[in-house]
């Protein structure tokens, strides 16, 4: 069965980093996009930055800049190396998965979520 796992999340002060990990089991990253969404208590979970099969990375505006996505394929493991923490970034962070190559940013289109791990910038 697939299985997506995060885990890194904690609470820091702003200017501060954190990298969250998302380890994958069932799946293959080869085969599919992978992505970061985040939701606020009381907002609309957004998407973050994703990874596409054939290596290409995108990020939201309000993140470009300051967060990293990357995968360890061996390892079928995702990371969100994310820096120059600020409060509006704070909320609860999701792993994600997609079928095929082609990345979205609407959390529809995505297959496959893990049960997220919080992020609070103070």
């Known amino acids: 069965q697939v299985q997506l796992v995060e885990s890194g999340g904690g609470s820091v002060q702003a200017g501060g980093s954190l990298t969250l990990s998302c380890v994958a089991s069932?799946?293959?990253?080869?085969?599919?996009?992978m992505a970061w969404f985040r939701q606020a208590s009381g907002k609309e979970r957004e998407w973050v930055a994703s990874?596409?099969?054939?290596?290409?990375?995108s990020y939201a505006d309000s993140v470009k800049g300051r967060f990293t996505i990357s995968q360890d394929n061996a390892r079928n493991t995702l990371y969100l190396q994310m820096n120059s923490l600020k409060p509006e970034d704070t909320g609860m962070y999701y792993c994600?998965?997609?079928?095929?190559?082609?990345?979205?940013?609407?959390?529809?289109?995505?297959?496959?979520w893990g049960q997220g791990t919080q992020v609070t910038v103070s």
């Open positions: 994600a998965a997609r079928d095929g190559p082609w990345c979205l940013s609407r959390p529809d289109g995505y297959n496959y």
């Open positions: 069932g799946i293959t990253f080869e085969t599919l996009c």
């Open positions: 990874a596409g099969s054939d290596g290409t990375t």
